[in-house]
């Protein structure tokens, strides 16, 4: 149980958890802190939120259980705004994609890293985002990655596990350098290519057209190149070397495969998709 | 209307089209051609054709419209099996992704192309193949493209619109080469990014953990490599040329990408993404 919980940016992320919560009963209260009354308020009035301020260091006071929801490129400067205001059993935690620079964020603003600071990320999202589309069972049934620090207090990472539960979540644990490449291939990877293929098709001359043949296939493909373009700005500034190694990994994969097709080569390209359906069929089903 | 329906290659697109137009009323009787006898009795069996033969000469005597339905790559070799047995007035179709290799082995196989030849293609389709996925509603409401070509029968261009409409398609014309090159950017390219994500990660070490936590977004950006290996070998030999022209100009920019990330340049990432969040709320809703 969470006497007094605090989001720092209540947007999709931050406020879905805040819904599960609320939800379940797992909090008493849920405090929203933003940079934007007026997007605050709209919490509010959702029923996301039981109060807001604009202030994070007085939101904090008090509070158990603090959660860094923000965009990953603003969490330095929450951090700063909380220097000395976080009570000594309050559980520091974040939801960012990324997890090394997060952990360097939160070290910088706040001077020192907090023992009963615990990093995470929800791996469950959608392309909408903002406090409109926050529910409460996005993270029904999904993973939620822990990182926790060497030398890090057990039991506020017990806390935030049962916080995601919870919400519904099941809670894993890994390093933090190992979840950063986990997830520059398996997230950032496809996201980056996918908006890299719209972006390239707009710049062809019969783009209308292109546009207007594509099938089901096509709209499945392209989704996530709907999802939020600071939020990726950000991931890719702050994943930066796993994801330049996918990058790498994925474009000679990519150079191979034009080589086999410019070879007439139908035994390697036969093998090549071969391989792929028979592991996406394995793990997808 | 149509008397006698002759469909070579008994699968997902050939059996679809065969059960709407049963369905509809739109035939009188569909007899299906293929090289392996179980295959064409299931076909009969779930009530796709009205009856089967494995000699394709016999089967399309008589008939008015003849559809071919293999992979790309058996289409000269089917040709080449009616030569000389297609009545005069009976008209030739197929539905290959691709159009100007169709054309080729249409003219190599029968060793002339008849003015009565209207070549097709269906923009719809599923991961599964075989009779067995074929359904009367694949085309509701789907695109197909008519590739007919210069000097042929307006007439018979005029019936394979009409057969595509009574199985529920949207029908439209296009050039050969346009077509080849429009569906390679918004469908050979997309497929081939797809197959090579997956084989890439296959390769990984971490690869039971990178699918573990792949997330929605994964699963539908990933769903076309799941598509049939032998179509999309047939594809990338039969459309080299428009193939390789856009894995050349998506290089190119996924380059461009990398080298924005390198040099942590976050306006340009933002821009990119931008646009391609725009350009795809814009035609996908
Ligand atoms: N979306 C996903 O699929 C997903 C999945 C897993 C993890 N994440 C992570 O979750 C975090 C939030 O993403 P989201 O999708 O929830 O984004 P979002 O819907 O845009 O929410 C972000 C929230 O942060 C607020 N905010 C922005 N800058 C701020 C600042 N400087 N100070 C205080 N509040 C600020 C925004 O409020 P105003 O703009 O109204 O001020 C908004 O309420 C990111 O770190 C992201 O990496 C996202
Ligand atoms: N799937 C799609 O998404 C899609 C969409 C649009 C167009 N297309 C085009 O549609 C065509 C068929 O694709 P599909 O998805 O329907 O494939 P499919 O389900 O595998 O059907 C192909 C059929 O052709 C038969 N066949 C194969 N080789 C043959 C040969 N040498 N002689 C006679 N029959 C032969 C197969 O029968 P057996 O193997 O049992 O002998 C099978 O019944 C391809 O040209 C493809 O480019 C596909």
Redesign the interface.
Known sequence: MINRLVIIGVGLVGGSLALALRQSGYCREVIGVGRDRSSLQRAQALGVVDRSELDACAAVRGADMVVLATPVGAIESVCRSLRGCLDEKAILTDVGSVKGAVVEAVQAGLGMLPARFVPAHP???RERSGVEAATAELYQG??V?LTPLPGGDPEACESVRGMWEAAGAVVENMAVGHHD???A???H??????????????R?D??E???????G??????????????M??DI??HN?GP??DM?????R???T??E???A?D?DR??S??????Q???R??D
């Open positions: 791996i469950a999202g999904r993973r990655i490449e986990v997830l291939a398996t997230s990877l496809p996201h980056l290519l996918a908006y890299t293929l719209v972006s390239s098709l707009s062809l019969e783009q057209e292109i546009f207007r043949y594509a099938a296939g096509f709209r499945d493909f392209t989704r996530i190149a709907s999802s939020d373009p600071v990726w700005r890719c500034l930066k994801i330049l990058l790498k990994h994925f474009g994969d990519l150079a495969l034009g086999a097709i410019d007439g139908g390209l036969l090549i998709f071969q391989r792929a359906k592991t996406r069929d793990f997808c």
